[in-house]
């Protein structure tokens, strides 16, 4: 299996832009987070799905994010508007149950300017 | 709400000193717990792992993390570290009952000294 798959790597856009991150989960695993890594504040947990279903989105920021999971081998997270402190390391992982290890993908790094 | 806490953020060595870096979590109940590695520009992967039976469990690149239940801490530890060791080491624990929640401390950024 390729592991996770994330697009784009890195993303440059402008203030007020729509921003769209991809994640492909490893084939077979229920679960899906999208993390958002910072200085500041860490690795925080946004929103998980279990069978593509949102289970809990508490750590979503604001309205501006929103999370998807059409189906079993794709997700996305958009930001609309983006701003400046929106600029992170947006991390997807998988599991394949409740209580297995999760499977990170290689992270988008987003700036907004 | 459940929560992991690492003590040390920025921790600095030389070269086949020992390290020993904390983790405590808020959970009373039964609980999966994780260390991660990051190294520099790159995704977490996963050192270790407690699930249930010895406490003490071993890892990649003789790492190894003690779960102590009394003390709601998961220690890693490694006798002596390389230069190749440089990285973030972030705890993490799995919610129980089964929600699958998987929450990480702050991390802590480890530098090791040729």
């Known amino acids: 299996d390729a592991g996770v798959i994330q697009s784009p790597r890195h993303e440059v856009t402008e203030m007020g832009q729509e921003v769209t991150l991809r994640c492909k989960p490893i084939?077979?695993?229920?679960?899906l987070f999208w993390y958002r890594q910072t200085m500041m504040r860490g690795l925080e947990l946004l929103i998980y799905?279990?069978?593509?279903?949102?289970?809990?989105d508490s750590g979503m920021p604001e309205d501006r994010f929103s999370a998807k999971m059409p189906n079993a081998s794709f997700s996305t997270l958009k930001i609309q508007p983006s701003e400046p402190r929106d600029s992170a390391v947006y991390f997807c992982?998988?599991?394949?149950?409740?209580?297995?290890?999760?499977?990170f993908g290689q992270g988008t790094r987003l700036t907004v300017v | 709400a459940q929560s992991v806490s690492q003590h040390n953020h920025h921790v600095i060595l030389s070269e086949a000193a020992s390290l020993e870096l904390g983790c405590n979590y808020s959970y009373g109940g039964t609980v999966n717990l994780f260390w991660y590695v990051q190294y520099p520009g790159q995704h977490l992967q996963l050192l270790l792992k407690y699930f249930s039976g010895d406490p003490l469990v071993k890892g990649i690149k003789g790492f190894e993390a003690e779960f102590i239940k009394s003390k709601f801490s998961f220690n890693l530890r490694k006798p002596s570290v390389q230069w190749s060791d440089t990285a973030e080491y972030f705890c993490a624990v799995n919610a129980p009952g089964n929600t699958g929640k998987l929450i990480f401390g702050q991390g802590t950024t480890l530098q090791v000294k040729p």
């Open positions: 992982a998988s599991t394949r149950t409740a209580n297995t290890e999760a499977f």
């Open positions: 799905f279990n069978n593509n279903v949102p289970i809990d």
């Open positions: 084939s077979g695993h229920d679960y």
